[in-house]
């Protein structure tokens, strides 16, 4: 069954970068619609990004759209996410998940929404402050 692992989070400094790998335990991703999910301290988890199996396809929430990249190397059958320009309400548990590329198509806005995903990892912690 498959599972994911992150791996990545720590400390930054307001503007510093962060780079998140999510990478399969007993399967790959290959065939798997990937995301990036967020929980702050006292609120509610948010999608931050997702991407298509290919890698061809990617979706930002407004808040980090021209500072977080999203990527997949499947070669390595790993996601990435790269945080640029970090700031302070950035701070979290960052989560990857995954769903099978099949129906739904791949799409705004039910890609950044938790219930769309049904493969999760543990979660790595991300803190930005001074």
């Known amino acids: 069954q498959l599972q994911l692992v992150e791996s990545g989070g720590g400390a930054a400094q307001p503007g510093g970068s962060l780079r998140l790998s999510c990478a399969p335990s007993?399967?790959?991703?290959?065939?798997?619609?990937a995301a990036w999910f967020r929980q702050a301290p006292g609120k509610e988890r948010e999608g931050v990004s997702a991407i298509n199996s290919g890698g061809g396809s990617t979706m930002y929430a407004d808040s980090v759209k021209g500072r977080f990249t999203i990527s997949r190397d499947n070669a390595k059958s790993t996601v990435y996410l790269q945080m640029d320009s970090l700031q302070p309400e950035d701070t979290g548990v960052y989560y990857c998940?995954?769903?099978?590329?099949?129906?739904?198509?791949?799409?705004?806005?039910?890609?950044?929404?938790?219930?769309?995903?049904?493969?999760w990892g543990q979660g790595t912690q991300v803190t930005v402050s001074q």
């Open positions: 007993g399967g790959n991703l290959d065939d798997y619609i």
């Open positions: 998940a995954a769903r099978f590329r099949l129906e739904p198509p791949f799409a705004l806005p039910g890609d950044l929404r938790e219930s769309r995903y049904n493969v």
